[in-house]
């Protein structure tokens, strides 16, 4: 398991409560808006529905300059995962990409929900185009769902745009107040703070939560919230399972 099934398994849609999910007609706006976004910026714009597993992709004219696609075009696919686009991307890029994405998750999960949808990603990529070139493109991530839902987002929108210049720095944008900040974005073996790390070695080799609070000079109640940060960070069910992902990213 990597980064990027970590961010699979937690865009994986979890239950919502009546009501509390986007309907048939809302999924449509968001569809005609992708379908606009590509028009307008000439963009390659990725709607990826997280419940059905399904990417509704409309090519703007910078498929065609990028040999993806011809302008516009529309295509469905059966995967949240824009495979054609990820697969043109730099390797170095496309991991840095879903580390990005994935603190960025992270940080919208800390949000209150009706917020969510207020902020969006911005990183770049190089993307090789039909003769083999690398090209900087702009990547913007939106995750979207109903106001009141508290699970994990129903759709995430994708905007490819070409770029002038070529940036590893990546910005969150709340655009209620036009504020900007760069995310800071660690190594994805610093994924866990370094006491979650501590913890989560003595969880493997069998020490209750009682006895990690003795050693450690902490709570109780501290040594459960840590816990509960772990499983939540590795989309982990249980600390067995939180140690398993750990060794099997090479963390422990």
Not at 45 to 54: N, T
Not at 182 to 206: F, H, K
Request: proline share 4%; with cysteine.
């Amino acid at each position: 398991m990597n980064v990027s099934a970590l961010l699979d398994k937690a865009l994986s849609h979890r239950p919502a409560h009546p009501g509390t999910h986007l309907c048939a007609s809302e999924l449509e706006a968001y569809k005609k808006i992708a379908a606009g976004y590509a028009r307008i910026e000439n963009s390659i714009a990725v709607l990826s529905d997280l419940r059905s597993r399904k990417s509704h992709i409309y090519y703007g004219a910078a498929a065609t300059v990028l040999g993806l696609g011809k302008q516009d075009a529309y295509r469905e696919i059966g995967s949240i995962w824009e495979t054609e686009i990820l697969e043109r991307i730099h390797p170095d890029d496309r991991s840095r990409k879903y580390r990005q994405e994935w603190h960025f998750f992270q940080y919208q999960q800390r949000l209150a929900p009706h917020k969510r949808p207020d902020h969006y990603l911005t990183g770049c990529l190089r993307l090789r185009d039909a003769a083999g070139r690398y090209r900087p493109v702009i990547h913007r991530i939106f995750y979207l769902s109903h106001p009141a839902a508290e699970c994990s987002p129903e759709l995430a929108l994708c905007l490819y745009n070409l770029s002038a210049e070529f940036t590893s720095q990546c910005f969150v944008t709340d655009t209620l107040n036009g504020h900007s900040f760069e995310l800071a974005v660690p190594n994805s073996n610093s994924l866990l703070s370094d006491r979650e790390q501590e913890i989560l070695r003595s969880i493997d080799t069998g020490k209750t939560s009682k006895i990690i609070a003795n050693e450690l000079s902490i709570s109780l109640h501290t040594v459960n919230r840590h816990r509960q940060n772990i499983l939540h960070k590795l989309q982990a069910g249980n600390s067995i399972e939180a140690c398993r992902v750990a060794k099997k990213l090479g963390w422990m």
